[in-house]
Structure formats: C-alpha cells, structure tokens
C-alpha cells in the first residue's frame, strides 16, 4: 500500500509509525518506507491486515487524515492519486418509507461512491448509516435533496463519523 498524511504540517513520522500500529492492532509486522513529503509505502507480512488497514479506516494521526491505496505499479510515487478516503456517512431525520438499502444508498451516492449501507437501525434509528468513499478535495456536503414518496422534495442532513481536519487543496 501507499499512504499519506493530508497535513502541510511537520510531523514526526517516527510517532506516526508507532501509533498507526498501536491503533492498528496488526497481527503481524508492517513496514513504513517514507517515499517523499507526506508520503510512504506500507508493506505487510500478512495479507489480512494489509485488507483490514485498506478496508476498515478511516485513519488519522494527530486528527489529519490518512489516506491509503494499492500501489499502482505505472505510476511514481508523488503521482499515485491520494483522494479517496472511506467515511462513515450519517443521514438524520430520514423518514420512514425512506428507510431500505436501495433509497439510503440512492441518497448516499449523492455524497460519495456508496462502499454498504447499515441495516442495523434502518427501521427506527435517529439516523442511518452508510460507508462512503469521499473524494477529499471536494466540499463535504451537509445536507442533500430526496423525493418523498408523494414526489416532493424534502432535504436529508448529512453528518460525518470521526472526522479528522483536512483541507480541499494540498
């Protein structure tokens, strides 16, 4: 994988490494070779936490955001595209008929590319959740428009799970 930190802050990429793997909780050793500013490669002996790193974040360090990638082989390192990072995506309010995986993930395409939608509170939650691979040099977006079943617009507020500081232009 390849990583980078959203910050044009210095950091000590000694701590990073230290508390990326506490946070982690690898069942084997990974390997951080920095690459350039802000960037580096991660290699891992074990292809389940290699999985778990890529598909279970959102990760930070020091409330920046991480972003992380496969390799792509045809690409130099400062130019592999570091834009995506999954988030979990809250949408308040819904009303009720508006509650299956079909319309929340309808709703949530209008934020992001929709990785899975929630069941779990689908039917009664205050919210519903959905697993989002944003594009971090876009605005988020706090608020989004649905049809009603009587074909009326009505607006869903967006919320963002852990979400760490990043800014839109590096």
Not at 4 to 18: A, G, P, S
Not at 42 to 63: H, I, R, T, Y
């Amino acid at each position: 994988l390849v990583g980078k930190i959203l910050t044009k802050r210095l950091y000590n990429f000694e701590v990073m490494v230290c508390t990326l793997k506490a946070a982690w909780h690898l069942s084997r050793e990974v390997s951080f070779k920095p690459l350039g500013s802000n960037l580096f490669r991660l290699d891992f002996l074990s292809s389940k936490d290699k999985s778990k790193v890529l598909n279970n974040g959102l990760w930070n360090f020091a409330n920046k955001l991480l972003v992380v990638s496969e390799v792509d082989a045809t690409l130099q390192p400062s130019q592999m595209p570091l834009n995506y990072g999954l988030f979990w995506v809250r949408f308040c309010d819904l009303p009720l008929n508006c509650r299956t995986v079909t319309v929340v993930t309808v709703i949530a395409s209008r934020v992001g590319e929709v990785v899975g939608v929630e069941e779990d509170g689908l039917e009664w939650g205050k919210f519903v959740r959905a697993r989002v691979n944003l594009d971090v040099r876009k605005p988020l977006k706090h608020r989004v428009k649905a049809l009603d079943e009587k074909q009326n617009f009505i607006w869903i507020t967006v919320k963002y799970e852990r979400l760490p500081h990043f800014s839109y232009v590096w």
